[in-house]
């Protein structure tokens, strides 16, 4: 048996926690509150999807948005974990997209229900290569970019996130405990839209790292 390599936690099958209304710009054009606690919700790792394979439309859904996030890849589990020790449990980053069936969240959220069919489905979180710790020194000022057919949609720094890295390490983990290969998404800044069948998604985070995601629909 091959030991485990964290540059391969997505086929780890650990979970995806991610952050919502973590950025004031995005919860303003979504007409939400500003959040006074993080915003949670879950993806499952049958969501993540690689370079080269395709983000697939779920055929209930007429309102896809792509959300371009920074991943906080888990190094060390713990629970209960103080946020002076946070960045000592983080083994690296990847950037991903929060993909979001926007016209079924918007029915979930009117009638009280929970967003899975939105958020979780297959393919909902295509993700980077993994980006070790040391290659984003300041995790708390990267610019991260998304493009769709060449035409920039979001860009924005991690710098006007509401809630740091080291503060969501802390408030997740005192609820759920985090474990080695967890991936923890951000939240996105502004600029979200609809992606449609055959569209080509390019997203980056300056100077790191980009990717390009295909959108098919699925049979
Ligand atoms: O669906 C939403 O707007 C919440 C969310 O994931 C985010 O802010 O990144
Ligand atoms: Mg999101």
């Given at each position: 048996m091959t030991a485990r390599n964290i540059?391969?936690?997505?086929?780890?099958?650990r979970k995806i926690i991610c952050v919502g209304r973590n950025y004031a710009d995005h919860a303003k054009e979504l007409k939400n509150a500003i959040p006074t606690e993080p915003v949670l919700f879950l993806k499952p790792p049958s969501a993540y999807v690689r370079e080269g394979s395709p983000i697939l439309v779920p055929p209930y859904t007429g309102n896809l948005h792509h959300e371009v996030e920074l991943g906080v890849v888990i190094g060390k589990g713990g629970t209960a974990i103080p946020q002076a020790a946070?960045?000592?449990?983080?083994a690296g980053y990847a950037l991903c997209l929060d993909m979001t069936a926007r016209d079924i969240q918007d029915e979930c959220k009117s009638r009280g229900l929970p967003w899975t069919l939105a958020k979780a489905f297959n393919t909902s979180c295509p993700v980077s290569d993994f980006i070790p710790k040391e290659r984003i020194p300041?995790?708390?000022n990267v610019q991260l970019w998304l493009k769709v057919n060449e035409q920039l949609r979001q860009s924005g720094s991690?710098?006007?996130?509401?809630?740091s890295i080291p503060y969501l390490i802390s408030y997740i983990s005192d609820f759920i405990t985090l474990e080695e290969g967890d991936l923890i998404l951000t939240g996105t800044p502004k600029g979200v839209s609809a992606v449609q069948e055959h569209d080509e998604l390019q997203a980056g985070i300056q100077d790191v790292v980009t990717m390009s995601f295909r959108v098919d629909r699925q049979d």
């Open positions: 540059s391969q936690f997505w086929e780890w099958g946070a960045m000592e449990h983080v300041d995790p708390a991690t710098s006007q996130m509401i809630f």
